[in-house]
């Protein structure tokens, strides 16, 4: 049995200007719906592509809210966010600024601690959180009202991030979702995130829980506890913003690096809510003991793994891995492999640093061609790749009613099943589909 839930809201944080977001390459077309506020709740689909995602928003406007999820059994406390689709007139609010991540400085000192170097500050030397309160370009409105005019709850998507990471550093993949009509949930993962707040207090790295047989352990619970954690919200009444509104049995697992292989370590515990799952650029040959790929005993549950051909974390070892998971899958099972990506692709880190590297920037070193570099593709268009194959596979795994859901023929009418057996993308894309 999973463990006892307590929550505590963390302060909502004020509204504030958004920052206007610019255009930039979109290739795949996108269905355009409109929706009355008396037949659902969609806005008209957008189809400017968004600097953030690569991709136009969904049909819906996004919230975002900071909560603590604590588990007694294990004494461990989760900061966690969760971007949901919001109401109509969330559209015309002031977007969420990144201090509002971090709950707007009131713990003393948090915001001095957050730009140290092996904190937030190591995303680029000299970042301070008044620069990204100034730049951050999101599209979600903190704690908007909840979308109240679908009549079906929505499909779960659980996100882990990476190691030494924080859970905003992926807005290109949890706030797109969001909008595409998705609850996305992700936590800081205490000992593995690079900063985070519990109970009053600001958490770094170190200690036993930063071990990594600990983290190995800690991190695939963490996302089946938040799979509980929002089973609470929706079924319990906990929290009245959500109550009906999460449907729990269809639930994805998601994550990035060493929350690729948390995802794979968390299906085996082969949760009857867990329908799908998505491994991007996992940590499959590094981590546990680096044997899962070919000692997993779930093969069943449609799998997802995303891969940038040049990454030089994981290196050829952690791509062939995640080469054979897909390749030995039964069930349902999909590679999408970035050619000109590497491992940072798969965060929004240029978001922070647009010379982030290993993906992002003009140019990175190579792992195909070592000792040489290579031009990673536009950060935008690999994102869009990576959003838009993700989409579809969410859709086609998740989403039953996607005709009778509000909102939801802009999305899986055109992402859905059919769109995953084609390359979209052509020499910048390698594709092995087992649908």
Not at 26 to 54: D, K, Q
Not at 103 to 128: C, H, K, M, Q, V
Not at 294 to 303: G, I, N, S
Request: glycine content about 10%; overall charge negative.
């Amino acid at each position: 049995p999973h463990a006892h839930v307590t929550k505590t809201p963390v302060t909502a944080a004020e509204h504030h200007q958004p920052m206007k977001v610019l255009a930039s390459f979109f290739r795949a077309r996108m269905a355009s719906v409109v929706m009355s506020a008396s037949g659902g709740a969609a806005r008209s689909a957008s189809t400017t592509p968004l600097r953030v995602t690569g991709m136009p928003s969904g049909p819906f406007p996004v919230g975002v809210t900071t909560m603590q999820f604590d588990d007694p059994t294990r004494g461990r406390g989760l900061q966690t966010e969760i971007w949901y689709p919001a109401s109509p007139e969330t559209a015309d609010l002031p977007r969420n600024k990144y201090s509002d991540y971090l709950g707007r400085g009131l713990i003393p000192g948090s915001i001095e601690a957050a730009e140290e170097e092996d904190a937030i500050g190591g995303y680029r030397d000299g970042i301070t959180i008044a620069e990204l309160d100034e730049t951050w370009p999101n599209e979600a409105v903190r704690d908007a009202r909840v979308c109240d005019q679908c009549t079906s709850p929505w499909p779960l998507v659980i996100f882990s991030h990476g190691s030494g990471a924080f859970r905003a550093s992926y807005i290109y993949w949890t706030e797109f979702l969001a909008s595409h009509g998705f609850i996305v949930v992700a936590c800081d993962h205490p000992g593995s995130a690079r900063y985070t707040q519990v109970d009053g207090e600001v958490i770094r790295p170190g200690g036993a829980r930063s071990k990594r047989s600990q983290m190995e352990a800690d991190r695939p619970a963490d996302m089946l506890f938040l799979l509980d954690c929002m089973e609470d919200l929706s079924s319990k009444r906990a929290d009245s913003r959500f109550a009906g509104r999460i449907d729990t049995t269809r639930c994805a697992l998601t994550g990035m690096s060493f929350g690729g292989w948390s995802t794979a370590a968390a299906l085996e515990s082969r949760d009857p809510r867990v329908k799908a799952a998505i491994l991007q650029c996992p940590s499959l040959s590094m981590s546990g003991s680096g044997t899962l790929a070919e000692e997993r005993q779930e093969m069943e549950v449609p799998v997802m793994v995303q891969l940038g051909t040049e990454d030089t974390v994981i290196g050829e070892a952690g791509n062939e891995a995640g080469r054979r998971y897909v390749q030995t899958h039964n069930g349902p099972a999909y590679c999408v492999e970035v050619v000109r990506g590497g491992h940072v692709s798969f965060t929004s880190g240029d978001l922070y640093n647009p010379k982030y590297g290993n993906g992002i920037g003009s140019s990175c070193g190579s792992l195909t061609k070592p000792g040489t570099q290579y031009e990673p593709l536009k950060i935008e268009e690999q994102h869009q790749i990576i959003n838009s194959y993700g989409l579809a596979f969410l859709n086609a795994h998740l989403r039953s009613d996607a005709e009778t859901s509000p909102g939801m023929a802009a999305s899986a009418g055109t992402f859905n099943g059919e769109y995953l057996t084609a390359n979209h993308f052509g020499d910048e894309v390698l594709l092995n589909a087992k649908p």
